[in-house]
């Protein structure tokens, strides 16, 4: 699976995954900036937030409650469109890329 992570920048990073990871986990292992992931992918801290790309919104899982709760306390302003927990959404079963953007507060 592939994941890109695009900044404000213009700039963008690249992970390929052999296995499945969720896109918090891939970004914190291959070392990307702005995604943390303090809770380990608990929805607790909100500090893995993205806004994912057009074209793949409507092909991720729906909101669950503990993120969605989250999601109104991320560092940036949420986009009630675009925006997701990256330890919500998993790469390599299903789904086998997809584009991000790292929200500038949490680089
Ligand atoms: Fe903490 Fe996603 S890693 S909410």
Not at 1 to 29: F, N
Not at 52 to 77: F, H, K, N, Q, W
Not at 92 to 105: H, K
Request: with cysteine.
């Amino acid at each position: 699976a592939r994941i890109v992570y695009r900044y404000g920048d213009g700039t963008t990073r690249a992970v390929e995954r052999a296995t499945p990871a969720s896109v918090m986990r891939a970004a914190v292992e291959a070392g990307i900036p702005g995604i943390v992931g303090e809770c380990g992918g608990q929805t607790m801290c909100a500090t893995c937030h993205v806004y994912v790309a057009d074209g793949y919104l409507d092909r991720l899982p729906d909101i669950g409650d503990d993120e969605e709760e989250m999601l109104g306390c991320t560092a940036s302003p949420r986009d009630e469109v675009r925006s997701r927990l990256s330890c919500q959404i998993v790469v390599g079963s299903g789904l086998d890329e997809i584009e991000v953007e790292v929200p500038e507060t949490q680089i």
